[in-house]
């Protein structure tokens, strides 16, 4: 069947991508108490490099293609992303941490908006007029879920936006986007004869490069966290895995389709967030909370229609 035959395909390996991140976020939590912020970033690397290079050997044995060598484009775009990932990684934790699960996942999924920016400035990734419109119902859907307990106002949306968890959350929110833009560049530059052999090269590479760059520089600065990481390894193997299944599926559908609707539909991990949220961490939402999530499910249905 050829490609073009299959192109609805990076729909369910999005939809697994936000479910296995989810899983991963919600392991981090519980391992930021006992190893700190950055201890449970590493976890993320670390247990997930082995999965990843498990990963490339299937794709290289099942297609028989060869694994493409890096040129100076590809390792630009890789560290870049590389770099910008584990940035995210720590707001994010700290973002939860700050406030609740499911919120502080919201915030950083603002992301959308300025994914599109990035794509379209720095790769020429295309945007249509109807993705910008579900981008933008689903952002303020993210903007509603931001704001303060109380009055509904313009003054509270800002107050709400400027408070402490939703910077975070904002600044982990534009770390994201710069690494998933970075991935796609990483995966285009390779130029391979299939995508999923480009997306599971970048792969390894990235989680190569955070594994080494956190790893040496706790190291060097922390090593009890370092010890700590690797006591803690039946937790962090549960968190590397799903880490790397959900890499192994944003990488992918990143090759496939343009960065702004991947990381649209990927709102889909505000729901699962929301689930994990309610029935792990026994938080709840408010009434308009729960009408924010719906905008951005609103906007999730608009991405995959029109793509």
Request: glycine content about 10%; overall charge positive.
């Amino acid at each position: 069947m050829a490609i073009a035959d299959l192109a609805w395909i990076w729909i369910p390996i999005t939809l697994w991508a936000a479910f296995a991140q989810t899983i991963r976020n919600a392991t981090q939590r519980h391992l930021v108490a006992g190893l700190g912020t950055l201890g449970a970033t590493l976890v993320r690397f670390l247990y997930g490099l082995p999965f990843a290079i498990v990963w490339l050997l299937l794709v290289w044995g099942a297609s028989g293609e060869a694994v493409p060598g890096p040129n100076w484009n590809f390792l630009f775009w890789v560290a870049e992303g590389a770099i910008a990932q584990i940035a995210a990684t720590a707001l994010l934790l700290r973002a939860m941490a700050e406030r609740n699960f499911a919120l502080g996942v919201a915030y950083s999924k603002t992301e959308i908006l300025q994914v599109a920016v990035f794509g379209a400035v720095l790769i020429g990734d295309p945007v249509s007029l109807p993705a910008v419109i579900a981008i933008l119902v689903a952002t303020a859907g993210v903007m509603l879920v931001s704001l303060p307990a109380g009055k509904v106002s313009l003054s509270s949306l800002i107050a709400g936006l400027g408070s402490r968890p939703a910077l975070l959350g904002m600044a982990a929110g534009t770390m994201f986007a710069l690494s998933a833009v970075g991935y796609r560049g990483a995966a285009l530059a390779l130029e391979p004869a299939s995508p999923v052999m480009g997306a599971a090269t970048a792969l390894v590479w990235a989680q190569s490069i955070q594994t080494v760059l956190l790893g040496g520089w706790l190291l060097a600065r922390n090593a009890p966290v370092v010890l700590a990481v690797l006591k803690a390894w039946r937790l962090s193997l549960l968190a590397g895995m799903m880490g790397a299944l959900a890499s192994i599926g944003w990488f992918t559908a990143m090759a496939l389709e343009p960065v702004a609707n991947v990381r649209t539909l990927g709102l889909t991990e505000l729901l699962f967030s929301l689930i994990v949220s309610q029935r792990v961490f026994r938080e709840s939402l408010s009434r308009r909370e729960m009408i924010g999530l719906a905008l951005v499910l609103i906007g999730l249905v608009g991405i995959v229609r029109v793509a």
